[in-house]
Structure formats: structure tokens, C-alpha cells
């Protein structure tokens, strides 16, 4: 992806509820990689989930799911069942056209309410 | 466990001082990264190397060099610290092609 947008800077959700965290982004291939990145406070950067835009099938991992609408160029995050551990900040990020770089949104901080 | 280790968690430089910051990945990874994190502009890349003594510039290369004289070891150098280079500097690293990038824990940098 060539820009990465994410339009929420901050976002709260009471512990036990499900969250979306949104995403878009422009691209002017056809077959790319999307993904979500999840960086706690003081720890590191980890992968939450990979999709393959090929892939008509959204992509799941235990709670963290997507919904990708490939024509909109939309790439939300849904977490279901918010945890405390979940409080971080969520980065969503594009593969380049020549598969050697990723393009990160500005990310949006998660706040996990008891 | 791919582990990405960083010379330093937090750095106190001032301005005009050469500034280096290390990374070590022990996976034998070919792809290694550093970018920059600053708060609403997320990551942005500075360099990438795909192998040893190659590097390509990424998006804001402007005020850095770096070095990779061995597979593991990615160097990142301010020849001449700059006060809006106070950052947070995370190095990455990854197999091609790049499914996923492993992160080190970053390097706070303040340039007084």
C-alpha cells in the first residue's frame, strides 16, 4: 500500500465488549498484504493478524478479526470480548508493491475500560 | 522465539554528536529495519537492508546512515545529531518476502 489511514487516534471500550479499530488505504495492485500490529506500553511491537487480499475470507485469530472490503480499500480490526491486555496502541500496515516495505498508518492508542 | 535486540532502551545525546544505535537479530534474517515512531505519524522507514553490505533508503533517510557488515547486526548512525531527531527508533526484521516483521523494544532518543 502507498498510504495507510487511520482515522481514530484514540478509542476506549469497556473491558468484555468488542471494539473496531478502522482502517483504509490506497493501492494500485490487485494482490497485496494488509496487517495489524499491536504495540503495548513499554513492550514490543507484535503481529495481531495478516490478510491476504487475494483471500475473499476475512481473517481471524481467537478474538481479533477483520473485515476487509477490498473495494472501499477498508481494513477494520474487530476485537470481541476486550480484554485488559488488549489496552495498546494498534498499528495497521500495508505491503508495498515490490513485497520489500511496509507502510504504517498513524495508529489509534486503545484504552480497555474495567 | 526470533528475538531483535536493541543496544540501548533510552539515549541522552546533544546536538552535533555522532550517535550510533545497534540492532541484533539472532533468526538469521535477511530483511532488517530501522524507522522512526512519532506520536500521529505511526512508523515511518528510514532504511532497510535485504543483505549484508546492501541497504536502500526508506521513506525519511535525510540525516542517517546505516551499516550491515554482518547478517545479524543493522547499524544506525546520526553523523550529526539534530534536536528533530528526538524519537523513538525501533529496529525490525523479517524473512523474504515479508509476512511478518519481528520488532526490537526501541530506542528513545533525546537530542538536547
Known amino acids: 500500500a502507498q498510504t495507510v489511514t487511520q482515522s481514530q487516534p484514540e478509542m476506549s471500550v469497556q473491558e468484555a465488549e468488542t471494539v473496531t479499530l478502522s482502517c483504509t488505504y490506497d493501492t494500485s495492485e490487485s494482490d497485496y498484504y494488509l496487517f495489524w500490529y499491536k504495540q503495548p506500553p513499554s513492550r514490543q511491537m507484535i503481529l495481531v493478524i495478516r490478510q491476504e487480499a487475494y483471500k475473499q475470507q476475512n481473517a481471524t485469530e481467537n478474538r481479533f478479526s477483520v473485515n476487509f472490503q477490498k473495494a472501499a480499500k477498508s481494513f477494520s480490526l474487530k476485537i470481541s470480548d476486550s480484554q485488559l491486555g488488549d489496552a495498546a496502541m494498534y498499528f495497521c500496515a500495508g505491503l508495498n508493491n515490490a513485497g520489500n516495505m511496509l507502510t504504517f498508518g498513524g495508529g489509534t492508542r486503545l484504552m480497555v475500560k474495567p | 522465539d526470533v528475538k531483535v535486540t536493541q543496544s540501548s532502551r533510552y539515549l541522552v545525546k546533544r546536538t552535533g554528536e555522532k550517535v550510533f544505535l545497534e540492532c541484533v537479530q539472532d533468526m538469521d534474517h535477511e530483511n532488517m529495519f530501522w524507522y522512526r515512531q512519532d506520536p500521529g505519524l505511526g512508523l515511518r522507514l528510514i532504511y532497510f537492508s535485504y543483505d549484508v553490505k546492501m541497504k536502500e533508503k526508506g521513506d525519511i533517510p535525510e540525516g542517517y546512515s546505516v551499516s550491515r557488515e554482518k547478517k545479524e547486526r543493522f547499524s544506525l548512525i546520526l553523523e550529526s545529531a539534530s534536536t528533530n531527531q528526538t524519537s523513538m527508533y525501533l529496529c525490525?526484521?523479517?524473512?523474504?518476502?515479508?509476512?511478518?516483521?519481528?520488532f526490537g523494544p526501541g530506542t528513545r532518543l533525546t537530542v538536547t
Open positions: 525490525a526484521s523479517s524473512l523474504p518476502p515479508i509476512y511478518e516483521q519481528y
